[in-house]
Structure formats: structure tokens, C-alpha cells
Nanobody, 120 residues
């Protein structure tokens, strides 16, 4: 069973960058679909980026508001998934969570989150 720990959040000015990391413990990390979610104050949690599978190939998907600014990647040797965030905007503020799911299954494993605050 995978356990997840996020790091890398912080305070940054609009237009700046942050890099989040999520380290997974447990076996078969490479088989999991990995995702980053975020939750802003007073808003519902939304999925930001996914590193998943299509056939035997990894794929990536992003919510429209972050396309071209955020990049999700993974290193299966280090059991780590990353979220590189560039061109940050105040509306990107929130708690960012890493989550894992077996292909075709719901996200049932989630870290505790890391706070990202973007000042204007």
C-alpha cells in the first residue's frame, strides 16, 4: 500500500515558480496513476494534473487553468512525483495534495498536503 508525503510548498509572488514533490512509500509505485489536487479556501477540491496510463504508455493531463504553466512528472526509481509550477497566479493559492490510484480505480491514497500561497 502506497503512503504519500508532499513537500515544496511556500509563499511566492505572482509570476514566480514552485516545485512540489511527493514521495511514495510501498511497493509497485510505478503502476499507480498519480495526480495532484488542490483545494482553495471556500472551494471544492479540484484535480490539477494527472500522470496516468494509456495502454503501456504514460500520459499526462491538466486542468485547463494550468495548461502551459504546470508540468507533472515522475521518477519511479525515487518513488516520486513532481509538480513544476511556473507563472503562478493568486488563484493558484491552496493546499496541494498528491494522490494515487490503481488504473481504473478511484484515488484512495492521498498525502496530507502542502500549502501554496501566491501573493499579488
Amino acid at each position: 500500500q502506497v503512503q504519500l508525503v508532499e513537500s515544496g510548498g511556500g509563499l511566492v509572488q505572482a509570476g514566480g515558480s514552485l516545485s512540489l514533490s511527493c514521495v511514495g512509500s510501498g511497493r509497485a509505485f510505478s503502476t499507480y496513476v498519480m495526480a495532484w489536487f488542490r483545494q482553495a479556501p471556500g472551494k471544492e477540491r479540484e484535480i490539477v494534473a494527472v500522470h496516468g496510463w494509456r495502454g503501456n504508455t504514460y500520459t499526462t493531463d491538466y486542468t485547463d487553468s494550468v495548461k502551459g504553466r504546470f508540468t507533472i512528472s515522475r521518477d519511479n526509481i525515487k518513488n516520486t512525483v513532481y509538480l513544476q509550477m511556473n507563472g503562478l497566479k493568486p488563484e493558484d493559492t491552496g493546499v496541494y495534495y498528491c494522490a494515487a490510484a490503481l488504473p481504473g480505480q478511484p484515488y484512495d491514497k492521498r498525502g496530507r498536503g502542502t500549502q501554496v500561497t501566491v501573493s499579488s
